[in-house]
């Protein structure tokens, strides 16, 4: 069963989160992954959340998510992506 990721993204230095994409596009190409949605425009329909930048990944499995994001690869863009940005995230199993 697929797993989504869902980020809620503060950008602080958009330099800096450029070189964290130029590493995690192809990171994510290698673990299987695909974007869904990446920064476009958003609308808020209920409730009082207030996303800064949506991104929505799919990995093929949650397993395959779940060893992405503990690995060493990602954990070193992680540190990159901590120093420019803030996040929220979350996965869930789809169909």
Same mark, same amino acid.
């Given at each position: +069963? !697929? !797993?989504?990721?869902? &980020? #809620?993204?503060?950008? *602080? #230095? %958009? $330099?800096?989160?450029?070189?964290? +994409? !130029?590493?995690?596009? %192809? $990171? ?9 949605? *990446?920064?476009?425009? @958003?609308?808020? @329909? =209920?409730? #009082?959340?207030? %996303? *800064? ?8 499995? +949650?397993?395959?998510? =779940?060893? &992405?994001?503990?690995? %060493? ?6 540190? /990159? *992506? #901590? ?6 995230? /979350?996965?869930? =199993?789809? /169909?």
């Amino acid at each position: +069963m !697929a !797993a989504y990721v869902i &980020f #809620d993204v503060e950008i *602080r #230095d %958009p $330099a800096r989160y450029q070189e964290f +994409m !130029a590493g995690v596009k %192809p $990171a994510l190409e290698a673990a299987g992954a695909r974007y869904l949605a *990446r920064g476009g425009p @958003h609308r808020i @329909h =209920e409730g #009082d959340w207030q %996303p *800064r930048r949506i991104v929505i990944l799919e990995f093929p499995t +949650m397993a395959a998510w =779940e060893a &992405f994001y503990q690995g %060493p690869v990602y954990q070193g863009l992680k540190a /990159v *992506r #901590d120093q420019c940005s803030s996040a929220r995230l /979350v996965s869930v =199993e789809g /169909v």
